[in-house]
């Protein structure tokens, strides 16, 4: 899973996150594989980030080892419970 | 435990629970109170005197403008949030506003904390579509009340539970266990208990950290459980510790949601964060809310 700016969206990825305006109305389910139509759509209702399937885009980016290290630590107490350790991997595919 | 060790804990509750030092509440918000005691109270009267306190005008405004809740926005008048929110939401924010004041250059942040796992919760109160939103969201704002009793009633101890939590990563109930051997859930609960605070409210601070061993309200409190956890993971706030706390599990069977369903859940709780001014400054790297 991986948010990404709308200009780096690209047909055929798949949405890992329902898309919805900035009123709440959904406008694409997740599970959508996007085409140029779709992205279209994206741009003309302004989103500006979307939520897709896969690590499509890789980044080069320093900040990303920090922010994982920095929410394994806040999680070091939380337990092992498959759940709390699946929170935990949801937060950072959205913050780096 | 040894003899001696009943002593020191009895001594502690002694402290901790003695009445002639509790948290007094400033005169104006005892008066609010006072006046929706009565379940006929004037929207008007109690709007007039929230109008009268700055501090207590502002945060009544951002919690009924907050984007979590989603159902309002543009609110600017006290008294359309005093309909808006409802008696036990303007209760909550009165006793939280009292009681964290007082303890806040001593527990920096723990307002924020709470108010973001309010807002939180009130989005996934919706989600499941509880009538109960208004109760939930006041528990969460309150759910923390009793490490502000702690921290006032027992100074040195709160250092030995910081340094604990600090030094060893340990997580506040365990540290509270260690050196006071009780914890803030129950601190929290005895406050309730002292405020006469409804049964929904007094589960929720009770078991927010072990809703399923709560034999009512299970639900609403899984929910600020929940609430805690993604805040807290997320690092919009800080509570006294950055770590997060354990998940119980039966609590989180009782919301039956898919991985799915959570992806969703805290794919748009980072959106609203993310989108939202008021938000945005408490997202950190774990340290101070400020």
């Known amino acids: 899973m991986q948010k990404l700016d709308i200009d780096e969206i690209k047909p055929s990825m798949v949405l890992a996150a329902t898309v919805k305006d900035k009123d709440g109305n959904i406008l694409f389910l997740k599970g959508v594989e996007l085409t140029e139509r779709h992205i279209n759509i994206l741009h003309n209702r302004d989103i500006k980030k979307v939520v897709v399937e896969g690590c499509p885009v890789k980044r080069e980016n320093n900040m990303s080892g920090s922010i994982c290290n920095e929410i394994d630590r806040r999680f070091i107490t939380a337990g092992s419970n498959p759940v709390v350790l699946r929170i935990r991997d949801i937060i950072k595919e959205l913050m780096i | ?290």
């Open chain 2, 1 to 290: 435990m040894t003899a001696a060790g009943m002593q020191i804990n009895s001594q502690i509750k002694d402290r901790l629970f003695s009445i002639k030092d509790l948290p007094t509440i400033p005169a104006i918000h005892g008066r609010i109170l006072k006046l929706m005691e009565d379940i006929n109270y004037s929207v008007d009267e109690v709007s007039k005197l929230i109008e009268k306190d700055q501090v207590l005008s502002s945060k009544v405004l951002k919690l009924v403008n907050s984007p979590f809740y989603g159902l309002y926005s543009g609110i600017a008048t006290i008294r359309r949030a005093v309909i808006l929110l409802g008696s036990n939401l303007i209760k909550g924010i009165i006793l939280s506003t009292s009681l964290f004041d007082i303890a806040d250059n001593k527990l920096p942040g723990l307002w924020d904390h709470s108010y973001c796992c309010s807002t939180v919760a009130g989005f996934l109160a919706k989600r499941f579509n509880l009538i109960t939103i208004e109760e939930i969201m006041t528990g969460a704002l309150l759910h923390d009340i009793g490490k502000v009793l702690i921290k006032k009633q027992l100074l040195e101890e709160s250092k030995e539970i910081e340094a604990a939590v600090k030094s060893n990563g340990m997580t506040i109930l365990d540290a509270e266990r260690m050196v006071i051997n009780i914890t803030h859930d129950d601190v929290g609960l005895w406050l309730a208990d002292t405020w006469n605070l409804p049964s929904i409210i007094k589960d929720i601070i009770a078991y927010h950290h072990k809703p399923g061993m709560c034999s009512g309200h299970k639900k609403e409190t899984a929910i600020v459980h929940l609430s805690d956890i993604i805040v807290k993971g997320i690092g919009i706030s800080y509570s006294g510790d950055p770590f997060v706390p354990m998940l119980d599990a039966d609590g989180w069977d009782i919301l039956a949601l898919s991985e799915s369903d959570l992806v969703d859940i805290i794919v748009e709780i980072m959106e609203i964060i993310q989108a939202d001014k008021g938000f945005s400054r408490y997202i950190h790297g774990g340290k101070d809310g400020k």
